[in-house]
Nanobody, 123 residues
Framework: QVQLVESGGGLVQAGGSLRLSCAAS????????MGWFRQAPGKEREFVAA???????GYADSAKGRFTISRDNAKNTVYLQMNSLKPEDTAVYYC?????????????????WGQGTQVTVSS
């Protein structure tokens, strides 16, 4: 069982930056792939970024060049650095953990989810 707690969301102006953190419980964090997803009002949850246990990373097209995912296994934490934020980035951001550790963009591969953190980007 893995418990995930996100933090770092908030209100920021367009062009600004935020760093989201996701702290995981348990001693097996390093064996999981970790992902960030987001859900805007009235829209389905969508993939943002993911990192495998071997630190292979990947991003949605909307995040490429602006967002960076990273992990610190010693701290059981995954991060999402978000730069050049746009109003369309406004959403609840969720982190998730996928057993097996392989990179995946498929939300159904992620067994554990955090409660989400709100990111609001004003124009």
């Amino acid at each position: 069982q893995v418990q995930l707690v996100e933090s770092g969301g908030g209100l920021v102006q367009a062009g600004g930056s935020l760093r989201l953190s996701c702290a995981a419980s348990g001693r097996t964090f390093s064996t999981y792939a970790m992902g960030w997803f987001r859900q805007a009002p009235g829209k389905e949850r969508e993939f943002v970024a993911a990192i495998s246990r071997s630190t292979i990373t990947g991003y949605a097209d909307s995040a490429k060049g602006r967002f960076t995912i990273s992990r610190d296994n010693a701290k059981n934490t995954v991060y999402l650095q978000m730069n050049s934020l746009k109003p369309e980035d406004t959403a609840v951001y969720y982190c998730a953990a996928a057993p097996g550790g392989y990179y995946t963009t498929n939300s159904q591969s992620y067994n554990y989810w955090g409660q989400g953190t709100q990111v609001t980007v004003s124009s």
